[in-house]
């Protein structure tokens, strides 16, 4: 498994980032996906799920300003992020779980700055 999030940046408050997750080594499209955060000091949250047949679920801090999103054609997972927050600040990852066995891939920063 191999996942790798990119897209973070320097972003200003009210402003917008869309964060890519590339997928690989494993039949993404039957699998649900994940985006979670980690703030400094902070645990890391779950922030928005995806099914494979494309139901989506987000934490109630985000809704109606983050939209994920998934491509199965190409192993890709998104995740739009809109009308950004100082607190929205943090490392990104996109997560699987498969069996039991969670699985990382190396964050993107997002700073939003006020």
């Known amino acids: 498994v191999q996942l790798q999030a990119s897209g973070g940046g320097l972003v200003q408050a009210g402003g917008s980032l869309r964060l890519s997750c590339a997928a690989s080594?494993?039949?993404?499209?039957?699998?649900?996906m994940h985006w979670y955060r980690q703030a400094p000091g902070k645990q890391r949250e779950l922030v928005a799920t995806?099914?494979?047949?494309?139901?989506?679920n987000y934490a109630g801090s985000v809704k109606g300003r983050f939209t994920i999103s998934r491509d199965n054609a190409k192993g890709g997972l998104y995740l739009q992020m809109n009308r950004l927050k100082p607190e929205d600040t943090a490392v990104y990852y996109c997560?699987?779980?498969?069996?039991?066995?969670?699985?990382w891939g190396k964050g993107t920063q997002v700073t939003v700055s006020s």
């Open positions: 995806i099914t494979g047949a494309g139901n989506t």
């Open positions: 997560n699987l779980l498969r069996s039991g066995t969670d699985y």
């Open positions: 080594g494993f039949a993404f499209s039957f699998y649900s």
